[in-house]
């Protein structure tokens, strides 16, 4: 009778070990201060890892004992704060990528310098094309815009064109205007082809730009591939594992898809198409696009230009520019009917509105199309100037405002100027449009501000500027709290296209797409925030940066 309980209490025990064997991951991170931006905001030690996903997150010892792992593959974060990877909200992924082979024009602080930069570019790469961005007026002594005297003398034979800061204007010479086909008596709809004394200046705004992008040589796909991968290294060296990429044509979407299916390109991507004829095809006969990391689901509509060249389109006119309201790009009619394409077939619709008159004729229209929807999640893209009796719609029409803190700083020392005492409150009003809508999604619009994941959360709980007047801080009462400010860089923006199951926080079951940082953003002071580095980002899991 002994030898029988005996046995059974051995076979009691071995059941009872068998039960509790550990689970095996793949990855593992303890000592570590893992903020999850899950619905409690929890922080918690450790996190085991599995193909790719999370299979938990929570206290060091229950992790360290509930899974065994390869010891090459247990991570020390020597209690170093560790984040979701984040989300870029709107940014432009080939553009960004296109700025390696360009004129890099940013910073120049006046026109001269322009042409000096254009001059080296020129005898170090000897281009058919000249091509270039990152002018901006604004900081320049003399803060009119220039003329393309010097380029046409400089280049009477190879054509030159050179984007502004925000890509909203651009300056040609004249060889470029004549391959465009560009005369005095040229018009365009949506743009301004700009006039001194009845005479081209060559500075061209808006839809006008366009007609001489249309004559730049397009690249070839093995090259453009070979600038988006060194951009998407950037990219990770900053913290990114997801982007909304802000605009693409017919031709770039079918290379992504290749790029993207054969695995040469990895970082998560929400694509907004713009609603060309080939895109709008593509969207009614496919349906969403998901797979390996690229995610089409959303047209991009632009519904004006840019404050900085005075595109923007406005209830009243400019205050520095008399009886200049800006422009709509698209008319009123077009807009409501891509946006009834939008609805009829479930993508999502994501405008550009600057001013306070665009950002009212597009919240109208989402009105009248999507109104009843409470689920659409359609955005505002930018939503920089608003009429005050326009904040309602976002609460009432659940409507996402998708924002850029780095707009607000780089705009700051001319913002008032452009629209005024009068307008100036209601004018990148972040923490106004959190109240109503409950949520923000953040960006940067790379490459029109540094693609820098730190600065874009400086600038949005400081209000400042870096490198500037440390004392100034642009209207205070609309800076976020570091907690929402990471919520919308991370959860926040992954919820604004639909992907909240998979990515935005650290949670069981997701996507383990998280960065280890030097500092912890939540804790340390604001300057040591623009000191504070990624140490590791990875993605599905996989390292794809090692830093300092």
């Given amino acids: 009778?002994?030898?029988?309980?005996?046995?059974?209490?051995?076979?009691?025990?071995?059941?009872?070990?068998?039960?509790?064997?550990?689970?095996?991951?793949?990855?593992?991170?303890?000592?570590?201060?893992?903020?999850?931006?899950?619905?409690?905001?929890?922080?918690?030690?450790?996190?085991?890892i599995k193909d790719g996903k999370i299979l938990q997150v929570g206290p060091e010892r229950e992790i360290l004992n509930g899974y065994d792992c390869d010891s090459d593959h247990i991570i020390d974060a020597e209690l170093r704060a560790v984040y979701p990877g984040f989300y870029d909200a709107h940014c432009h992924f080939w553009a960004f990528a296109n700025t390696f082979r360009e004129v890099d024009m940013t910073g120049s602080k006046s026109f001269e310098e322009v042409i000096s930069r254009v001059i080296t570019f020129n005898n170090e790469n000897d281009p058919n094309w000249i091509t270039g961005r990152g002018w901006d007026q604004n900081i320049w002594t003399n803060k009119s815009f220039p003329n393309n005297d010097s380029l046409s003398k400089l280049f009477p034979d190879k054509p030159v064109l050179l984007r502004r800061i925000d890509g909203h204007a651009a300056i040609a010479n004249?060889?470029?205007?004549?391959?465009?086909?560009?005369?005095?008596?040229?018009?365009?709809?949506?743009?301004?082809?700009?006039?001194?004394?009845?005479?081209?200046?060559?500075?061209?705004?808006?839809?006008?730009?366009?007609?001489?992008?249309?004559?730049?040589?397009?690249?070839?796909?093995?090259?453009?591939?070979?600038?988006?991968?060194?951009?998407?290294?950037?990219?990770?060296?900053?913290?990114?594992?997801?982007?909304?990429?802000?605009?693409?044509?017919?031709?770039?979407?079918?290379?992504?898809?290749?790029?993207?299916?054969?695995?040469?390109?990895?970082?998560?991507?929400?694509?907004?198409?713009?609603?060309?004829?080939?895109?709008?095809?593509?969207?009614?006969?496919?349906?969403?696009?998901?797979?390996?990391?690229?995610?089409?689901?959303?047209?991009?509509l632009i519904a004006d230009g840019a404050l900085g060249s005075r595109g923007a389109c406005l209830l009243a006119p400019y205050s520095d520019s008399a009886d200049h309201f800006g422009t709509i790009l698209k008319s009123p009619k077009r807009i409501k009917s891509l946006a009834n394409i939008a609805a009829n077939i479930d993508f999502q619709l994501n405008?550009?509105?600057?001013?306070?008159?665009?950002?009212?004729?597009?919240?109208?229209?989402?009105?009248?199309?999507?109104?009843?929807?409470?689920?659409?999640?359609?955005?505002?893209?930018?939503?920089?100037?608003?009429?005050?009796?326009?904040?309602?719609?976002?609460?009432?029409?659940?409507?996402?405002?998708?924002?850029?803190?780095?707009?607000?700083?780089s705009d700051m020392p001319w913002a008032a100027?452009?629209?005024?005492?009068?307008?100036?409150?209601?004018?990148?009003?972040?923490?106004?449009?959190?109240?109503?809508?409950?949520?923000?999604?953040?960006?940067?619009?790379?490459?029109?501000?540094?693609?820098?994941?730190?600065?874009?959360?400086?600038?949005?709980?400081?209000?400042?500027k870096k490198d500037y007047d440390a004392t100034t801080t642009y209207n205070a009462s609309e800076k976020l709290s570091r907690k929402n400010a990471l919520m919308a860089m991370t959860y926040w923006a992954a919820y604004s296209n639909f992907e909240e199951h998979e990515r935005g926080s650290l949670e069981a079951g997701?996507?383990?797409?998280?960065?280890?940082?030097?500092?912890d953003i939540m804790t340390i002071s604001e300057q040591d925030i623009l000191n504070t580095f990624v140490l590791k980002t990875y993605l599905n899991g996989v390292e794809v940066f090692s830093g300092r």
């Fill in 1 to 48: 009778m002994k030898t029988i309980q005996h046995f059974s209490l051995i076979l009691l025990l071995s059941s009872l070990t068998s039960c509790y064997q550990p689970d095996t991951a793949d990855l593992i991170v303890y000592n570590a201060k893992i903020y999850t931006c899950d619905s409690a905001f929890s922080i918690q030690d450790a996190m085991a």
């Fill in 174 to 300: 004249q060889k470029a205007l004549e391959l465009a086909g560009i005369s005095d008596t040229t018009t365009c709809y949506g743009g301004q082809l700009l006039k001194v004394n009845g005479e081209l200046t060559g500075v061209l705004i808006d839809n006008a730009v366009d007609l001489v992008r249309a004559k730049i040589p397009e690249l070839k796909a093995e090259d453009k591939l070979k600038y988006l991968q060194k951009a998407e290294y950037k990219l990770f060296e900053q913290g990114l594992t997801s982007i909304n990429d802000a605009g693409v044509d017919a031709n770039l979407r079918k290379d992504f898809i290749e790029w993207y299916t054969t695995g040469k390109l990895k970082i998560n991507n929400y694509q907004m198409l713009f609603p060309d004829e080939e895109n709008l095809e593509f969207a009614t006969t496919n349906g969403k696009f998901d797979t390996l990391g690229l995610h089409i689901a959303s047209f991009k």
């Fill in 351 to 409: 405008t550009h509105c600057i001013g306070d008159s665009a950002n009212s004729l597009m919240l109208n229209i989402y009105k009248s199309v999507i109104g009843g929807k409470a689920d659409h999640r359609w955005k505002i893209e930018h939503a920089q100037v608003l009429a005050p009796e326009d904040f309602d719609f976002f609460e009432q029409y659940h409507i996402i405002p998708s924002v850029q803190p780095t707009h607000c700083t």
């Fill in 417 to 464: 100027d452009r629209i005024g005492a009068h307008r100036i409150d209601f004018a990148y009003a972040y923490n106004t449009l959190l109240d109503k809508a409950g949520l923000l999604a953040l960006g940067t619009d790379f490459p029109i501000e540094n693609i820098s994941t730190f600065e874009t959360f400086y600038a949005a709980v400081t209000r400042k």
């Fill in 510 to 519: 997701k996507n383990a797409d998280f960065i280890i940082l030097t500092k």
